[in-house]
């Protein structure tokens, strides 16, 4: 079941995001950094996310495995416990978030993340062209909906 990230549960929703943000971005940061992105300081990040009008939801499936956040038609923050990845998660998550936007779906991938285009891809959304460049080897690609 999906559900609403509320007070009274965003510490699951902080865990999965601590956890799965630091597997997805090992290869792009130092140890020191990756660390600090505690479930402490990712419940903050969640709870300034909620305070600026997004809306979080988790996916339970017996325990917390998964969250994705919707702000608009801004899709964001979809996250998937590594030892749940790969049994339909993160598919469920997406479709749901779609059926939350208002206005065409868009959301944005590291141009590193090449296991997640092709996830986006597969489930219909295709690069606009649009880039916000981080670094001179890492960017982040907007992606949309078709």
């Known amino acids: 079941m999906i559900l609403p990230v509320t007070r009274q549960n965003i510490h699951q929703a902080a865990v999965i995001h601590s956890e799965s943000w630091k597997e997805s971005h090992k290869d792009l940061c130092s140890a020191e950094f990756l660390e600090a992105h505690t479930p402490e300081r990712q419940k903050s990040y969640l709870e300034a996310e909620m305070e600026q009008g997004a809306q979080i939801y988790m996916l339970v499936d017996q325990k917390p495995v998964g969250i994705i956040s919707v702000q ?3 899709i964001a923050n979809l996250y998937v416990l590594p030892s749940e990845q790969n049994k339909g998660y993160g ?48 960017w982040e690609l907007e992606f949309r909906l078709v």
């Open 72 to 74: 608009g038609c801004l």
């Open 91 to 138: 598919t469920r998550l997406l479709a749901f978030a779609v059926t939350k936007c208002q206005g065409p779906p868009s959301l944005w991938v590291l141009s590193s993340n090449q296991r997640a285009q092709k996830f986006y891809e597969r489930n219909g959304f295709c690069p606009t062209g649009a880039v916000v460049q981080h670094t001179d080897t890492l």
